[in-house]
């Protein structure tokens, strides 16, 4: 397949929702156009993305997250059944510690950010 392929010629298609720096989030933006494209023609290929990053912060949360969980479960990752666990012992909690324990997560988070050397 590979010698089949490296004899085509490579086009680079323009889409609108195309983002010049995205930062962070480039690996997002790019696992959602690898999902989402099926093989359609320029311009008729909607990805539910709209290429300004300020209008994108709610799918982008909500990309990540479902990335990240498909990563997480994956059988590949070693630490599956730990984390499966974890978060099955989580959701036995009552809202307000799942809070507390979120809060508190996200302290030692911005702690770690912070000796890093990153606000």
Known sequence: MAKALSFKAVRVINIYWQVEDSGIDCGIYLMRHMESYKGENEGSWECGLTGKMTGD?????????????????????????????????????????????????????KKKRKARGHQ
Do not use: C, G, P
């Open 57 to 109: 912060v709610t799918a982008i949360l909500m990309l990540r997250t479902k990335y990240m969980a498909r990563l997480l479960i994956a059988d590949f990752n070693k630490y599956k059944s730990m984390i499966v666990t974890d978060y099955e012992a989580f959701r036995k909690l009552d809202i307000l510690q799942q809070n507390m324990l979120l809060q508190e997560s996200a302290k030692n988070r």
